[in-house]
Structure formats: C-alpha cells, structure tokens
C-alpha cells in the first residue's frame, strides 16, 4: 500500500487539488510542509493529527519543512471562530515560536539521511517587507472577491464581520508558500480541512508569481463519536507540553477513549502497521473490558510524546492508584502528576491532621462524615492502598509519600488526595 492509500486508510485525506497527479509526484521525495501558529504556548493534540502526518511523509523519504507562524502568529487566523482573537504581544508570540519549534523537533528528523527535516520561521521573510512592497508584489495578485468567498471569511461575515487583519490572513500563508516555493523548492503544503482555502490561495499565488504548480492535501478535522470536541475534557485543552497537562493526565485521556472511537484514533495517531491495529480491533470487539487498544493507544502516543521511560512510570503510577502497584515505588513528579486530577484537599505544614473519616467527607467523595463511617465499618477505605480499620484514625507525618502526598481511596475506584504544604 502506498503512503496515499495508507493515509486514506487511516481516514486522513479530506481534499486534494488533483490526487492522481500527487500519486504521481510522490514517487519521487518531494518538499512539503506545514505551519503552526504559536496561539498558545504548546502544542496540543490536535495539532499532532497534521503533525504526525508530516511524520508519515518523511518515514516515506519525503522532505519535511514545519513552519512555525511567527508572523501569522501575529495576525490570527479567522478560520473556525466567529470572533476576533486576542492579539498577544511580540515577545509572547516570539516565545511561544521557541516552545513549538522545540516541540515539532522531537517528532522529526533533523540529522540523518538526505530527506532531513526543517524548522521555519516566517517572520524571517516577513519581516523585511514594507507595507508598499506588500501591497505592490503581493496584495496585487488577490481578488477580493474571491477572498470573500473563502469559507473561513464569509462566516465571519455573516456571523458579525472582520478586521482587515484577519482578512489578510490568507496574504500571508499564501506568501508562505511561495517563499518555502522559491527557497526549497516546497510543492506540497498539508493543513486541516479549515485550511483548504488558505492552501489553495498559496497555488495560486505560486502560479501568477512564478509560473510554478504545486499540490495541496488537507486532513479531516478530528472529531469524536459522541460529537464533543475532541482534545478537549472538563479540565481545558491536551497539551503537548509536560507542564501543561500532566504525562498521566496525557495518558489516561487516551486510556480513557470512548470503545466507539479507540479503533479510528489508532489509525489516526499510532504507527503501528494495517495488521497490528486489526488484530487490536478484533481483541476490542471480543472483549472491550480488557482495553488492550486503550493501552496499546495511551502507551504509544505517550511515549511518542514524552518518552517511553516516562510512559512505563505513568501506568505503573495508573495502577498503583488502584492497589496494583507499589505507591512509594513512585518518584514525586510521577505521583504529583498522577494526583493532581483527583479531588484534593491541603494541609498547611503545623497545622493538625484531620481524621481519614474528616478527610475524606471534605474532599467531597461522599457525602458526609456518617457515609465516610460507614465506609470504613464496611472494609472499604484505604489509605495510600492500606486498609483503615478505625473511624479515628489520623493521618501522621510519616504517612505522607514523599513527604506531600496521601491517597484516600472509597472501594476500589473512588479516589482523593491530601497535599501537605
């Protein structure tokens, strides 16, 4: 199967300018890219969609370039919203272009072989340009019209308007392909579905300019079966970077994939090959239960995001949360991550401890003190996976691993932290 069918088979073509004359221009390496916007300060999971299909391109001998928007970052992309954004100052968004340069690196090569990555930064050409320059050698190829037309700015129009700023969005990515045309020879430029006008504007562009052709393939934007957006939860966004969301928060929103969607996000983010992700699909299908596509998931894109040592410690800390594993085996981070998406309570360091009974009722698991008696008389309260056999029992220093953290836990699945400050 070539990277084409392989990718329609993954369900991650949504457009294409001309796919059999692609088909054609694939089989020799060709340059292509994509741009990330710096419009927060990492990455998050659905920009690892495109972003590792930029990977696939390049583990198929292709040149990779990712661009990191440092100009566009400035403007906001108008796609998808139906508000202006909030425009953060240079020094944010130049920060912010370090962080995602730092990021996209790790998913890329960088030093073997002839078809090494690339990292971009359009502010570099941008930058030079005078408004006249601008307005003369490359406003002067766009239609209005044709601009109100995009998808992504008669939304916006009907829904209210939009500045000029965001109108010449498409200017600007247009004249990123152009540049990554003259500079790397770059004939294909991969996007989200929102992106397709965008892409197509750059063709043009190149085209009017140059004389030069060149392809544009987009990617579906990812959805979830219950229609809820995927990458986000309760908590806000799944980010990319560490601080941000946690390496066990990061595996556990994989492990916790709906039965309906496991099988698609495989294809989607796992490089496993046709024959692995079938055989996980009919262990799926013969016992849902066991959650071995769950696991195969959360372990791979973990790993692939924060290394693999770091995902073998988060399901070792995954199972110790549940009593089947050693929590004081745990280094801090590990159990800080682990514990910090758990109802919590703080205890400032001097001040007396409160009884696992107290504890527990204000964390609010259950209800009230009575119903955390109650738990206790009926064999079903732990503390850091010991069974608590009396009412009163309080919690001493010693108690806490790591000299922070405590576990309580209401029958097998019912977790609260205590944090000792």
Request: aromatic residues 8%; negative net charge; charged residues 25%.
């Given at each position: ?100 340069r730092e990021q996209v690196s790790s998913f890329l090569d960088f030093d073997k072989g002839p078809n090494k990555a690339q990292v971009v930064n359009n502010l570099d050409w941008t930058s030079p340009l005078s408004a006249i320059e601008f307005l003369r050698d490359i406003g002067k190829h766009f239609s209005v ?277």
């Open positions: 199967m070539n990277l084409l069918e392989d990718l329609r088979w993954r369900g991650l073509i949504s457009q294409s300018t001309d796919e059999s004359a692609l088909q054609e221009a694939l089989k020799k390496p060709i340059t292509l890219y994509i741009g990330f916007d710096p419009t927060a300060a990492s990455l998050h999971v659905g920009n690892l969609v495109v972003l590792l299909v930029l990977r696939r391109f390049q583990l198929a001998g292709h040149n990779p370039i990712a661009l990191v928007g440092g100009a566009t970052g400035l403007v906001g992309d108008p796609s998808g919203r139906n508000e202006e954004r909030t425009l953060n100052s240079n020094d944010t968004v130049a920060e912010w272009v370090s962080n995602i019209n044709q601009m109100l037309a995009k998808d992504s700015v008669s939304s916006r129009l009907e829904s209210g308007g939009i500045s000029y700023t965001e109108f010449s969005y498409q200017v600007l990515q247009s004249l990123d392909f152009l540049e990554l045309y003259r500079r790397y020879q770059c004939t294909l430029q991969l996007g989200g579905s929102d992106q397709w006008g965008n892409i197509v504007a750059g063709l043009d562009l190149i085209r009017r300019v140059e004389g030069g052709s060149g392809h544009a393939l987009t990617i579906p934007l990812l959805t979830k079966s219950d229609g809820s957006k995927f990458g986000k939860t309760a908590s806000g966004s799944i980010w990319l970077e560490a601080s941000m969301t946690s390496p066990y928060a990061f595996f556990q929103y994989w492990l916790n994939t709906d039965d309906k969607d496991v099988i698609k996000f495989l294809k989607v983010f796992s490089f496993k090959s046709h024959q692995e992700i079938s055989e996980l699909e009919k262990a799926h299908d013969a016992n849902p239960g066991m959650r071995e596509a769950h696991r195969a998931l959360a372990r791979e894109l973990t790993s692939l995001v924060h290394s693999s040592e770091i995902a073998e410690r988060v399901e070792e800390a995954a199972r110790a949360l549940f009593g089947q594993g050693d929590l004081g085996s745990l280094d801090e981070a590990t159990l800080a991550g682990a514990l910090s998406e758990l109802p919590r309570i703080t205890i400032k360091s001097g001040e007396s401890i409160p009884t696992w009974v107290d504890l527990l009722a204000a964390t609010g698991v259950v209800d009230s003190k009575s119903a955390a008696r109650r738990i206790v008389k009926e064999g079903g309260a732990y503390l850091n996976n010991a069974k608590v056999e009396s009412e009163d029992f309080a919690l001493q220093k010693s108690d806490f691993l790591c000299g922070k953290y405590a576990l309580l836990r209401k029958g097998k699945r019912d977790l609260a932290a205590v944090e000792l400050l």
